[in-house]
């Protein structure tokens, strides 16, 4: 396929990786009509014809700390000179607020797809949470300033960053796209205790779930792990999960364990939609979290003992309830006509 109208640009374009699950879900439905894209990402091509994916090079997945903040510089020349040559241009993810040069440098009529990132509340005790806590906020400044000068909208994964944008520029904002991964599915059988999804991150609260998983399965509990490698006595562990596998395994379990940087991630919707009780830190409490009050609860990620004991409270007391609202499917709808 060497016809094409739209060049995508696309860091991670994946089926098991939440920047590319979240790509995706952009293309497949932002563009209705009858485009053809070309799509690029760090270790691939693809091409999307008649609302189906097709993959051209099939090189093993790889995302290092280069690829990830060194090749946006290869997206932006891609992204140039096919719009140099009259192509419409899409620059689809790593898409977060802080990166204020891609806001700086893309073309103004390029598309942008959902932009990412979230405003950091806690204590500074480190050059990670010095660079959140202080640094970001003014990256963000200038991003968003550049954005709303440059664009006529701009769309947001969630609305972690609602707060930074001038109240008068809200209209111009579609926050919480990444509510379109919410879907009903059918009730089964759930004979999974936990499920977690783990990732070697600084932002993830690793030693929490660490310590967590470890008791979970010396007490007897079945306990499945996704997302990167995690070593431990009779831990089955499934790394780099396409999420078609990733939803049969959450319809088949009870409960899961979120991270501290994200409430609305997509593993978290994806829990949502196969009726996965799910827990989650207490700081990322938010203004509409009361929509998940039956389906989510809040722990206390710095007192380990007295969350585990949470945790299993409510465990022995599980209710194989059915978990639908109609208020998450109205916000959802109204982003699908947005769009």
Excluded at 290 to 300: E, G, R, Y
Aim: glycine share 4%; charged share 25%; proline share 3%.
């Amino acid at each position: 396929m060497k016809n094409f109208d739209v060049f995508v640009w696309a860091s991670d374009f994946e089926d098991f990786t939440g920047e590319g699950l979240l790509a995706r879900c952009f293309i497949e439905n932002y563009f209705v009509k009858k485009n053809t894209l070309k799509i690029k990402s760090n270790n691939s091509e693809f091409f999307f014809y008649k609302k189906k994916i097709y993959k051209l090079k099939n090189k093993p997945y790889d995302n290092n700390f280069f690829k990830k903040y060194f090749y946006l510089f290869k997206g932006l020349f891609f992204i140039w000179y096919y719009h140099l040559k009259g192509k419409k241009t899409l620059y689809i993810n790593y898409l977060p607020l802080w990166n204020f040069l891609l806001f700086i440098l893309l073309p103004s009529k390029t598309i942008l797809g959902p932009i990412t990132g979230s405003v950091y509340n806690g204590r500074i005790y480190s050059i990670n949470s010095f660079i959140r806590k202080i640094i970001f906020p003014i990256f963000y400044f200038v991003a968003i300033n550049v954005a709303l000068l440059k664009y006529k909208n701009l769309i947001f994964s969630t609305e972690n960053l609602k707060s930074v944008v001038p109240k008068k520029f809200i209209k111009k904002c579609l926050f919480n796209f990444c509510l379109l991964f919410y879907k009903n599915r059918k009730l089964k059988k759930k004979d999974i205790d936990f499920i977690f999804y783990y990732r070697n991150h600084p932002q993830k609260s690793n030693d929490f779930h660490q310590f967590l998983i470890k008791k979970l399965i010396d007490n007897g509990l079945r306990i499945i792990v996704v997302g990167d490698y995690f070593v431990y006595k009779k831990t089955p562990n499934y790394p780099n999960l396409q999420r078609k596998s990733l939803l049969k395994l959450l319809d088949r379990t009870k409960f899961s364990v979120g991270g501290s940087d994200n409430f609305y991630s997509l593993f978290f919707l994806d829990c949502l939609s196969c009726n996965v009780k799910f827990f989650f830190d207490a700081k990322l409490k938010q203004k509409n979290s009361n929509l998940f009050d039956i389906f989510a609860k809040p722990i206390n990620f710095d007192n380990f003992e007295k969350s585990y004991n949470e945790i299993i409270y409510f465990f022995s007391n599980y209710n194989h309830k059915i978990f639908f609202n109609k208020k998450i499917c109205k916000k959802k709808n109204k982003i699908v006509f947005k769009l």
